[in-house]
Structures are given as structure tokens and as C-alpha cells.
């Protein structure tokens, strides 16, 4: 069982950028997809990015397309996700997920593909 924690999340102006952190710890983690998440009020979670288990490869929601990055680094066993040219319809809180999978291949993914979560952590975008 992995425990999963979030940070770096904040209120931004439109235009701006925000670099989440999700902190590892208990199993391995250089051995596992990992993905974030995002889920606005009366809406359900939504995909955002997913990256497998070397960081090699990564997916991304058509939403989110040459604005947000996802990367890892095993060493440290954290994920990141910087998010540029932010967008009020961004206003999430984002969590940080893990899969039991090392890697997906030719699909997006859903929350049902991960099994372990942050608690999340809320990001603001005004306009």
C-alpha cells in the first residue's frame, strides 16, 4: 500500500502557472503508473495526465494539451504536475493517484484504473 500526498496548490490569476507535488511513501514506487486527477464542485473526477511507470511515456485530457506537464522522479518518489497558461475552468482540486499497472497503452484512463489517492489539493484560477 502506497500513501499519497499533494501540494503546491493556490489561488492564480488567469494566464498563470502552478506546479503541483504529490509525495510517495510505503510500496515501491518506481514500479507503477501514476496519474492526476481533477474534480470541480457538482462535477465528477476527471482525467487530467497519466505517466508510466519509467516516465517515458505520458497522456494528457484534450482539456489540458500543451499546458500541463507531468513528470516523475523515482529517486525522490514524486510526481509533478506543472500546469501553465491556467484557465478558470481549471479550478479543481487535484488529486494524485497510483496504478496497479506499470504502464496503460493506447487508451486514456479513468479513476477506476487507479487504486491508491491523495486527499487532494485545491487550485483556484480567477478571472
Known amino acids: 500500500q502506497v500513501q499519497l500526498v499533494e501540494s503546491g496548490g493556490g489561488l492564480v490569476q488567469a494566464g498563470g502557472s502552478l506546479r503541483l507535488s504529490c509525495a510517495a511513501s510505503?510500496?515501491?514506487?518506481?514500479?507503477?503508473?501514476m496519474g492526476w486527477f481533477r474534480q470541480a464542485p457538482g462535477k465528477e473526477r476527471e482525467f487530467v495526465a497519466r505517466?508510466?511507470?519509467?516516465?517515458?511515456?505520458?497522456d494528457y485530457a484534450d482539456s489540458v494539451k500543451g499546458r500541463f506537464t507531468i513528470s516523475r522522479d523515482n529517486a525522490r518518489r514524486t510526481i509533478d504536475l506543472r500546469m501553465n497558461s491556467l484557465k478558470p475552468e481549471d479550478t479543481a482540486v487535484y488529486y494524485c493517484?497510483?496504478?496497479?499497472?506499470?504502464?496503460?497503452?493506447?487508451?486514456?484512463?479513468?479513476?477506476?484504473?487507479?487504486?491508491?489517492w491523495g486527499q487532494g489539493t485545491q487550485v483556484t484560477v480567477s478571472s
Open positions: 493517484a497510483q496504478s496497479d499497472r506499470a504502464y496503460f497503452i493506447g487508451r486514456q484512463v479513468g479513476p477506476h484504473d487507479f487504486g491508491s
Open positions: 510505503g510500496r515501491t514506487f518506481s514500479s507503477y503508473a
Open positions: 505517466i508510466n511507470w519509467s516516465g517515458s511515456d505520458t
